[in-house]
């Protein structure tokens, strides 16, 4: 078992930058795959970004191409999701989710945190 405990939202102004943390304990010796998803008021939930355990390969959905970027420190098992340039439809509650590196990172996800709420007011 895998736990994930997200961090680092909050009531942001648009334009304005947050950095959301991910921290995994529990089995975390294993090679994981990790990803962001958000869920916003209304809306189904979507994927976000995801960053590949084997070679660090990063993957976005087109509204975080070029504003957010995602990173991992293995030593300290834990993934960032830095948020630039934010929108207030980026107001959302953003998950962190991993799975066993042989899936895909647009696969299927078997740890899921349990959210952090951005806000962006206009």
């Known amino acids: 078992q895998v736990q994930l405990v997200e961090s680092g939202g909050g009531l942001v102004q648009a334009g304005a930058s947050l950095r959301l943390s991910c921290a995994a304990s529990?089995?975390?010796?294993?090679?994981?795959?990790m990803g962001w998803f958000r869920r916003a008021p209304g809306k189904e939930r979507e994927f976000v970004a995801a960053?590949?355990?084997?070679?660090?390969?990063?993957y976005y959905s087109d509204s975080a191409k070029g504003r957010f970027t995602i990173s991992r420190d293995n030593a300290k098992d834990t993934v960032y999701l830095q948020l630039n340039n934010l929108k207030p439809e980026d107001t959302a509650v953003y998950y962190c989710?991993?799975?066993?590196?042989?899936?895909?990172?647009?696969?299927?996800?078997?740890?899921w945190g349990q959210g952090t709420q951005v806000t962006v007011s206009s």
């Open positions: 989710a991993a799975n066993y590196y042989t899936k895909s990172v647009r696969g299927i996800y078997d740890y």
């Open positions: 529990g089995r975390t010796n294993s090679q994981y795959n």
């Open positions: 960053i590949r355990r084997v070679d660090g390969s990063e």
